[in-house]
């Protein structure tokens, strides 16, 4: 008398994969809410510093954005490791630092007029840039009455 | 035509549908640091415009120079602020500022009120970007904590938890006056 089933009768039953769709739908509104559509793809590399007095910035539609640093690995043949600028897709170097005169014209055009004195730049800049670039570029913000900016940093506790 | 029986949409291709949607969106989209300090810039000095004397009670200078060492002090950066083996800045100057800020005229050395109280951050073509924001951390902090003492004594809340007119009295208590001179040559 066997007390063991015989043999395998029934197969093993197959997982339900019913929730699949349902597992991934949540990962996806989960980078759908986390994250921000890519508008530029940098051409330079930063790594920006951190600090604890640091403030979430709101009004995102209202901030233009200045990077600064030293090239990405594929560029350096072109542009040498001196620190660059980058606006919207363009690089440039510290001799043209007045095009982000244009560049912030062209950015206040593009807003509502009633919106215009609430833009703020952010300035992205490398850990390791100087002070040199950084105030230069202050001077032209000055120069276009760009007054409001953020300088962007992670926030460390 | 007969209807199938009990048809049912196959929805085995949901998952599919879901997971070209995901890839869509982790290859377009960033996770960006949008956290950062803010700050107001002085316009530009127009032609033939004098700018008011400021007396030099009321000014506490911050000079970064290009070895990244920060002297500190009212009126003049005399005060060398220590930086401890890791490059972080000591308390001290977050004290400095504090004190010189609430002085409100009790020493004649330091500043009158905090409305005329002006900070003033000195850097030279070399400083390096980190430590900057370090000093700019700092400042920050020295008016932060003004506030939330002077919020927990005027409202028993600290300043991030008051409401918008509370804030702003506050904020007309302690303007924070954090002024960025040019780049001195080196």
């Known amino acids: 008398m066997s007390k063991f089933k015989r043999g395998t009768g029934k197969g093993m039953p197959a997982i339900s994969t019913a929730s699949l769709p349902d597992i991934v739908f949540m990962l996806l509104f989960f980078f759908m809410v986390t994250t921000v559509m890519r508008e530029t793809t940098l051409e330079i590399d930063i790594n920006p510093p951190d600090a604890t007095e640091v403030k979430k910035m709101d009004k995102k539609s209202l901030i233009s954005y200045i990077y600064i640093g030293p090239p990405i690995e594929s560029q350096q043949v072109n542009f040498g490791p001196a620190a660059r600028i980058q606006l919207n897709d363009r690089t440039f170097s510290r001799k043209e630092v007045g095009e982000i005169q244009y560049f912030i014209i062209s950015e206040r055009e593009a807003k509502h007029e009633k919106d215009r004195p609430y833009m703020t730049t952010s300035i992205k800049a490398d850990e390791n840039v100087t002070m040199g670039i950084i105030t230069d570029v202050k001077t032209e913000l000055r120069k276009v009455n760009a007054l409001k900016i953020n300088y962007s940093t992670k926030k460390r506790d | ?186």
């Open chain 2, 1 to 186: 035509m007969a209807r199938r029986e009990g048809g049912e949409i196959n929805a085995g291709s949901m998952a599919d549908i879901a997971f070209l949607l995901l890839i869509f969106f982790l290859v377009t989209t960033t996770m960006d640091v949008d956290t950062g300090i803010s700050r107001k810039l002085p316009p530009m000095p127009e032609e033939n415009i004098e700018t008011p004397e400021i007396h030099k009670r009321n000014i506490y200078v911050v000079l970064i120079n290009k070895n990244d060492r920060v002297l500190a002090g009212i009126g003049s950066p005399t005060n060398m602020i220590e930086i401890d083996g890791n490059g972080i800045i000591s308390e001290s100057l977050k004290e400095d500022v504090k004190k010189f800020v609430s002085n409100n005229g009790r020493s004649e050395t330091s500043s009158e009120n905090p409305d005329k109280a002006i900070v003033s951050l000195q850097n030279q073509e070399g400083t390096s970007y980190t430590m900057y924001i370090q000093v700019q951390n700092e400042l920050t902090k020295a008016y932060n904590e003004l506030r939330d003492e002077q919020a927990i004594n005027d409202f028993g809340r600290k300043f991030d938890k008051l409401d918008d007119t509370e804030k702003k009295k506050i904020q007309e208590i302690y303007p924070m006056k954090i002024s960025e001179a040019e780049t001195k040559a080196n």
